[in-house]
C-alpha cells in the first residue's frame, strides 16, 4: 500500500510539479495512515483471537471517523492544501485502499476457515 501511494504522488510530483504532487500527497496520507493502523489491528487481532475482529473494526470505524474529520480539517486549514487535489487525492486513495482492505481481509479470514475446518 505504501509503495503504491509513494509511487502515485511522485508521478504527480514529476508531472504535475511539487504544489500538486504536495497537495495530493496530503490528502493521500490520511488514508494511508488509517489503512497501515487498520491492517495492523487487523494482522494482531487474526493472530491472537479472530472472535474479536467484528468487535474491534466497529471500533476502528468510529476512530477512523473522528481521525479523518480532524485530518482533512488540518490539511486544508493548517497545512493550507489546494482544497480540489487535497480531496481528490484523499477520495481516491480512501476508495482505493479501503477496497484492497476488503480484499486482504476475505483472503484473510478465508484462510481462517479454510485452516479450521481441517482441525
Known amino acids: 500500500m505504501t509503495a503504491g501511494?509513494?509511487?502515485i504522488v511522485g508521478l504527480i510530483y514529476?508531472?504535475?510539479g511539487p504544489t500538486l504532487g504536495r497537495d495530493v500527497?496530503?490528502?493521500m496520507l490520511g488514508p494511508l495512515v488509517a489503512a497501515l493502523g487498520t491492517w495492523i489491528v487487523?494482522?494482531?487481532?487474526?493472530?491472537t483471537d479472530l472472535s474479536r475482529l467484528n468487535q474491534r473494526l466497529i471500533l476502528g470505524f468510529a476512530v477512523k471517523a473522528?481521525?479523518?474529520a480532524a485530518y482533512v480539517t488540518l490539511?486544508?486549514?493548517v497545512a493550507h492544501a489546494a482544497p480540489i487535489p487535497f480531496i481528490v487525492?484523499?477520495?481516491?486513495?480512501?476508495i482505493a485502499l479501503h477496497t484492497t482492505e476488503a480484499w486482504l481481509l476475505q483472503r484473510l479470514t478465508a484462510r481462517h476457515m479454510a485452516?479450521?475446518?481441517?482441525t
Do not use: D, K, M, P
Open 42 to 47: 487487523i494482522e494482531r487481532t487474526a493472530a
Open 25 to 27: 500527497g496530503y490528502g
Open 66 to 68: 473522528v481521525f479523518f
Open 75 to 77: 490539511g486544508l486549514r
Open 5 to 7: 501511494v509513494a509511487a
Open 14 to 16: 514529476l508531472v504535475g
Open 89 to 94: 487525492g484523499f477520495t481516491t486513495c480512501f
Open 115 to 118: 485452516s479450521s475446518s481441517r
